[in-house]
């Protein structure tokens, strides 16, 4: 089972999909780490944020993710670099990157053939990102599409960022998350937009306890429906 997990930065996807995968005993596939890895190799090697630039640097990046203890590592050419790529230079350069053909079909192809082999293998899959609903994973079993007030995301960015070491100011945060989100739904290769058979789940007023069970009996309902067809279809 694949559950799809879309929204903008800072709407509570990420917190959100670990702790659902944790409560229905799935994994939990970070596709914003991987543009972010991408992002980084762009900025360490001083390569434009261009269709030619992506011509010559996608094919020779290798980026792995690992589940170490619950956590999700991920590794750029074998480098760890889970906490680096939080960065907001290594933000900033994920959401140009990101809207490069070349560097969406490396790792959308991916992203389908990391959470195809678990899903065969019995696993649910909880995948987030910006166009998983939409185009990564159109036929994901459960979707939803959570959103919240630019503030608030903003303010939980902040927060984050702080819980890292790195004090940045809330107005610097929020004009960066309006950015992102211009960039995010105004590209033109795969926008960010909700699906229309997702589910919309707005954070700004839940807590996070909230958002998961909202979630979880959302997906737990599905799978109760699907062994019941399958049942139905045994005998």
Known sequence: MIIAIDGPAGSGKSST????????????????AMYRAMGLAF??????????GAASLVDSVRIDLSLEDGDMRVFLDGEDVTKEIRSPAATKAASLVSQLPDVRA??????RRVAAALSDEGH????EGRDIGTVVFPDAEAKFFMDA???TRAERRR???????????????LEDIRQRDRQDQERE???LRKADDAILIDTTLLSPTEQLDM???????????????DSNEAS
């Open 17 to 32: 999909a670990r702790a659902l995968a944790n409560a229905v005993n799935g994994f939990y596939l970070d596709t914003g």
């Open 43 to 52: 900025e360490r090697t001083d390569t434009p944020a261009s269709a030619a």
């Open 106 to 111: 490396k790792l959308v192809s991916e992203q």
């Open 124 to 127: 649910s899959v909880i995948v």
């Open 149 to 151: 007030s630019a503030e």
């Open 159 to 173: 927060l984050e960022l702080l819980d890292q070491g790195q004090k940045v100011e809330l107005v610097d945060v």
């Open 189 to 191: 290769h795969s926008p």
């Open 215 to 229: 979630m979880r009996r959302s997906v737990m309902k599905r799978i109760g429906k699907d062994n019941r067809r």
